[in-house]
């Protein structure tokens, strides 16, 4: 963890915080909750965030006394909006107990939004939530014992009239979805539950990066100058590539450095281009579709591992998951028809096999360019019918 300890007074006690400083040394400020005792989860949740470019301040809580937990935020929220590093508004987070205090703090403090994971308990407060003007956002699990889906319909129905409340429920999830130290992590809940938090924090605190513009930088670098060192500078100290189909790319900064050194820069024919498709933009991702053209001229090792030059012209529908944190890229997937590309080096023949070559990047590009169902034997069979 990067953060420092700072001490907070509350009326006639005083208790610990954990404050972490975005990169830029400057941002919206965030208060993070968890359970009391329990928050080494939530102080590596703050400098996440904090890479993110919150001011992140997690507040070691010795109270779940709704009354008293929110006096302590009260003072919490105090000392952040007297950092220097604090520019402009303030959101609660929190995570179970915290999820409940969240909540609580939206209806009693003036904070300028709310998030709150599996909340349990909270149905005892309902009476408050005509008190909650800031944007809300509840992550509830599916399997969670403590929050019945009963519990979860009745805190959306107290909320219904709320035109900035947000409720998701991640299936097969149980409580503490979210806490990587826990039993109950889930890996892939908890992502896009924290990209949702993303989403509503961009919205309505900022800050609001141009990802659009950091990503074509990382493209520049990749393919138009060819540059190891420039392209590594985009992205996080420890960021990770996967090229699905071929299992290729690299994880952390040293192994994706060599990736990107020795096969992937030197193994792009100078012919290569990509063809955008559509793309896609979200608070903390950019999903690109494109083709990816170029004459085989020399082993293309992070597409066609093992496959000898052959001199011919290759298309392949392409998609790439680009995930940042903050202005940096954090990893990419990248997803592409495999098949379609072997067909078209000759090293796979296609007869009898549910596959085609060149076509596939030429239907995605144009759709009504290729008929489609030929590969369908029983196509012929449904003609006429309804």
Known sequence: MNGQVI??????????????????????????????????????????????????????????????ATRAIDAALTVLRARPEVRGKIAVLGYGPGGLLAFVAAARLK?????????????????????????ILFHFAENDRHITAAAREKIRGA???????????????????SNRSGDSYDRISAQIARSRTIGLLRNHLGPRYDLNAMWERHGDCEFALRDVDATMATMV???????????TGGIGQRELYRFYKHHFIPGLPKDTKMVPISRTIGPDSVVDEVLFCFTHTQEVDFLLPGIAPTGKWVEVPLVVIIQFRGDKVAHEHIYWDSASALVQVGALDPKGLPTTGIDTARKAIDEKSIPSNRLMRRWAESAGKD
Do not use: M, Q
């Not at 219904?160 to 409340?165: G, K, L, N, Q, R």
């Open 111 to 135: 904070i300028n939004a709310a998030i709150s994971y599996y909340p349990a308990g909270l149905e005892a407060h309902l009476d408050e939530a005509s008190a909650v003007r800031c944007p």
């Open 237 to 247: 100290d420890e960021p990770y590539v996967n090229h699905i189909p071929t299992l």
């Open 7 to 68: 001490s907070i007074d509350a009326e006639s006690s005083s208790f610990d915080a954990h404050l972490a400083i975005p990169p830029a040394g400057s941002g919206p400020g965030l208060i993070l909750l968890d359970e009391v005792a329990k928050n080494e989860h939530v102080r590596h949740a703050a400098d996440e965030y904090a890479a993110e470019g919150y001011v992140s301040l997690a507040p070691s809580l010795r109270s779940l006394d709704a009354t008293r």
């Open 159 to 177: 909320l219904a009239a709320h035109d900035s409340a947000e409720f998701f429920v991640y299936r097969g999830a149980d409580h503490g979805f």
